[in-house]
C-alpha cells in the first residue's frame, strides 16, 4: 500500500516521534480502540502502542545481520504495516464516528501521528535497501508480488532521493495530511438547514416524511441536508424552489471555506508531484493503478464517453419531451430539477412509483436480506456477535465460513451528530495468518425510531449492497500470508469493481422477494412491481455513466496542470455542462464538499473503469441461477480471497478467462432505453 497516498493514513510530521516520548501503557484492548476508551487520551495511548510496536518491527529489520530473507526482514516489515494499519484504521473510525467532539479532535490530530510514521517508513532507506536485499528466489508467487509492489510504492515515494529531497517530502506530506483532514472535517460538520415555512411546500413527498417532520410552533419545518432528510426532498417535492433551496444548501456545503483549503490542497500536492520526477499529480497518482497514467486514463475518459453519449441524449431526450407535455412552464430544466422529473417520467411511462415499494424496505428486514443473500452467494454465515461496540445504533456481526470463525464486520448505518455523513466502508483489522479480518459499514440510512419503520428506497438497498461488497472482499480476502495484501489492498482502481458487481444482484425477482415485505401486512414484493422497478431503474444509464465522466473529469482537471490554471469554478461548471443537460445553478459549489477529492484525489474515474468491470464480471453469472450457479464460488476464489496478492487485471482474467472489455457496458446501457 503506497502510504503517501493512503486514504487513512494522510501525513503530517507535526508531531514528535514515539521514540522521544515515554512508552505507552498497554491497552486495555490492544485491537480494538474504543474497548475501554473513555477519553482522548486513552485514544492517544492506543495509537501509541501501535507505533511503538511499529518501529520495534523497523528496529528488528535493521538489527539484522547477515543475508536478508523473507523470515528476517519481510516479515517484521509486514508487522510494521499491520500496526500502522489497525492505528490509521480505528483512528480514523474514531474521527468519522465517534460521539464525543473532543475524541473526533483527538482522532485529528493523531491521524497526522500515524501518518509521519507511515511517511518516515516510506522514506527509511535503511529499510528500503534491506527489502531490495532480499532472497525472493524460493518464495511463492504472492510474496514475490507483495515484494515488488512494496519496493515500486518505495521508489514512487522517494525513499531513492537526496536526503533534502526526502525531508522537502516530509514536509510536502505533512501540508497534504492537515489541508485534506481540514477539509474533510468542515464537510463533515456543515450540515445546513432548508426552513419550510408553509407545510404546503412538503407536498409530493412521504406520508412517514412529513409525520417524521412536523411544524415547530410558529409553523415551519426545518430540514436538514443529511441523507434522509435530502434525498427525499429533491426526488420527490413538488415545489421546485423548495428543490432548488434544498439542492443549493446541500451542493454548497463548506463553502466558501473549503475553496481556499482545496486550492492550496492543490498547490502541495502539485508541488509533491513536481519533487518526485512527475509533470503533474495526476501522473504521479495514476503511476501505481491499473490505467497506468494519466494520458491512458484521458483516452479511457474519451473512449467511455463515445460508448454512453448517444444513449444519454436519446433518454435526455424523450424526459423533455414527457416535461413538455406535462408542465411545458417547468422547460428548461434545472440540476435541482433531473430526480424529480426523472422519478415523473418512471411513474408514468413505466407505471413506477419509487415511494410504492418503500413499504417494502423497512430498514431491519433489509439487513437481514443482505446479510442472507451474501451469505448464500459467498457460502458463509453472519451470526450476531457479541464484540464491544463504539455507539448502541451499531450492530455486529461475526462471518463463519464452514463453522470456523472468519471475520467480524460492524454495521454503523444511520445518521448523528457529528458523524461522517457519507455511505462508505472501512478496515478495522486487516486478516492474515491466525488474525481474522474485520471491516465497517459507515452508512446514513434512515433508520426504525420511535414507531417509524425507517423505510428505504430501492436505490438504499442497492447501495447497502454495493458497500456490502467491499466488507466482503475485506473478509474473505483477509487469509492471506500478508497483512499487507489483504482484503481490498489492490490497485486503488479495482476496488470498486467488486461492490459495484454485487449491484446487479438487486434486480433479480428471487433474491428481492427472499426479504421485500410489506412492514404492516407481511405481503411481498408482487413480481409484477419488481418488473416495473427494474425497467424503470434501468432508464437513463447512459446518463450516469455521463455524470459519473463528469465527476472524474472535475477530479482529474484541478490535478492534471498547474495550480495557477485551476479555476475550481469555472472547472465545476465546465464539466457539468459537458456531460449534463441540465440548467447549470451558478450558485452551486459542489467541489467544497466532494470529498473523494481528498481521498480518490484525481482519480474518480476509478467509479467508471470499474463499472465497466463490473458488468463484464457479472456476465458470467448464470441470470437463472445467480446465488447457486458455479460463477459464485469461482468468483469468491479467484477475485475476493487473493486480496492484493496478485495484480488486478489478473484477477480478472482468471475469472473470466480474458481482460475486461467494453462490450459488457454498452449491453447495459442498452438496457435502459425503450424497445425500438
Known amino acids: 500500500m503506497n502510504l503517501i497516498r493512503s486514504t487513512a493514513l494522510l501525513m503530517s510530521l507535526a508531531v514528535p516521534s514515539i521514540a522521544q516520548t515515554a512508552a505507552p501503557k498497554p491497552p486495555a484492548d490492544p485491537l480494538h480502540a474504543w474497548v475501554g476508551m473513555t ?108 515484494l515488488d509492489r512494496t519496493l515500486l510504492e518505495y521508489r514512487l515515494a522517494g525513499v531513492d532521493k537526496d536526503a533534502d529531497t526526502r525531508e522537502k517530502v516530509r514536509k510536502l506530506s505533512d501540508q497534504i495530511t492537515e489541508q485534506s483532514l481540514h477539509f474533510s472535517r468542515t464537510v463533515q460538520d456543515d450540515v445546513r438547514k432548508v426552513v419550510v415555512k408553509d407545510p404546503a411546500d412538503l407536498d409530493g413527498l412521504p406520508a412517514d416524511y412529513i409525520e417524521k417532520h412536523k411544524p415547530a410552533a410558529d409553523g415551519t419545518i426545518t430540514l436538514t441536508t443529511d441523507q434522509p432528510d435530502m434525498l427525499p426532498v ?216 420511535n414507531g417509524d419503520p425507517g423505510l428505504l428506497q430501492y436505490s438504499d438497498v442497492v447501495t447497502f449492497f454495493h458497500e456490502f461488497g467491499h466488507m466482503m472482499h475485506e473478509v474473505l480476502g483477509g487469509h492471506g500470508q500478508w497483512a499487507g495484501t489483504a482484503g481490498v489492498s489492490t490497485e486503488r482502481d479495482f476496488v470498486e469493481a467488486p461492490s459495484q458487481m454485487l449491484e446487479e444482484f438487486f434486480e433479480d425477482t428471487g433474491i428481492l422477494q427472499s426479504f421485500a415485505r410489506h412492514y404492516k401486512t407481511g405481503e411481498v414484493l408482487p413480481s409484477t412491481t419488481i418488473d416495473k422497478m427494474v425497467r424503470a431503474g434501468r432508464f437513463a444509464r447512459g446518463s450516469w455513466v455521463q455524470g459519473q465522466l463528469r465527476y472524474s473529469e472535475l477530479s482529474l482537471s484541478v490535478h492534471d496542470r498547474a495550480p495557477e490554471q485551476v479555476d475550481l469554478d469555472a472547472i465545476n461548471k465546465k464539466t457539468f455542462v459537458d456531460h449534463m443537460p441540465y440548467v447549470f445553478l451558478d450558485d452551486s459549489h459542489m467541489y467544497a464538499s466532494f470529498t473523494h477529492l481528498t481521498g480518490y484525489s484525481s482519480n474518480y474515474y476509478t467509479y467508471v473503469l470499474d463499472k465497466v468491470i463490473a458488468v463484464d464480471l457479472f456476465s458470467a453469472f448464470d441470470p437463472k441461477n445467480l446465488l447457486g450457479g458455479p460463477a459464485a464460488m469461482k468468483y469468491r476464489k479467484t477475485v475476493l480471497e487473493p486480496g492484493g496478492n496478485k495484480s488486478a487485471n489478473d484477477l480478472i482474467k482468471d475469472f473470466l478467462g480474458r481482460p475486461q472489455s467494453m462490450d459488457a457496458l454498452k449491453r447495459w446501457i442498452a438496457l435502459g432505453l425503450p424497445a425500438q
Open 39 to 146: 477519553t482522548p487520551a486513552d485514544l492517544e495511548n492506543w495509537v501509541n502502542y501501535h507505533i511503538a510496536e511499529e518501529k520495534k518491527a523497523v528496529a528488528e529489520i535493521l538489527a539484522v545481520k547477515g543475508t536478508r530473507t523473507i523470515e528476517n526482514t519481510l516479515k517484521p516489515f509486514d508487522r510494521a504495516q499491520f500496526h500502522l494499519n489497525i492505528a490509521g484504521n480505528q483512528d480514523y473510525l474514531m474521527f468519522g464516528l465517534h460521539d464525543n467532539k473532543d475524541v473526533r479532535d483527538k482522532a485529528q490530530a493523531l491521524l497526522q501521528n500515524i501518518s509521519a510514521e507511515g511517511t518516515a517508513l516510506q522514506l527509511n532507506q535503511d529499510v528500503y535497501h534491506a527489502l531490495v536485499a532480499v532472497d525472493k528466489t524460493k518464495a511463492d508467487a504472492a510474496t514475490r508480488y507483495y
Open 234 to 449: 429533491v426526488t420527490y417535492a413538488k415545489n421546485p424552489r423548495l428543490r432548488r433551496d434544498m439542492y443549493l444548501a446541500y451542493n454548497n456545503r463548506a463553502f466558501p471555506g473549503n475553496k481556499a483549503v482545496l486550492l492550496d490542497l492543490m498547490k502541495t500536492r502539485q508541488e509533491m508531484a513536481t519533487t518526485l520526477g512527475y509533470k503533474t499529480w495526476a501522473d504521479l497518482a495514476t503511476a501505481d493503478m491499473m490505467i497506468g497514467s494519466a494520458d491512458k486514463l484521458r483516452s479511457f475518459l474519451k473512449e467511455v464517453d463515445e460508448a454512453s453519449r448517444p444513449a444519454a441524449a436519446k433518454e435526455f431526450a424523450l424526459l423533455e419531451a414527457f416535461v413538455k407535455e406535462k408542465e411545458p412552464s417547468a422547460l428548461p430544466l434545472a440540476a435541482s430539477d433531473s430526480s424529480y422529473w426523472s422519478e415523473q417520467y418512471r411513474r408514468a411511462r413505466y407505471d413506477f412509483d419509487s415511494q410504492s415499494v418503500r413499504p417494502y424496505f423497512p430498514y431491519p428486514e433489509v439487513e437481514k436480506g443482505v446479510l442472507a443473500t451474501a451469505g448464500k452467494l459467498f457460502h458463509i454465515e453472519f451470526r450476531p456477535s457479541k464484540a464491544p461496540i463504539w455507539n448502541p445504533t451499531v450492530t455486529a456481526y461475526d462471518v463463519y465460513d464452514q463453522g470456523k470463525l472468519a471475520g467480524r464486520i460492524y454495521l454503523d448505518m444511520h445518521p448523528r451528530e457529528g458523524k461522517d455523513k457519507w455511505f462508505s466502508e472501512s478496515g478495522v483489522i486487516p486478516g492474515s495468518g491466525s488474525q481474522i479480518p474485520e471491516a465497517a459499514l459507515l452508512c446514513n440510512f434512515p433508520g426504525p425510531e
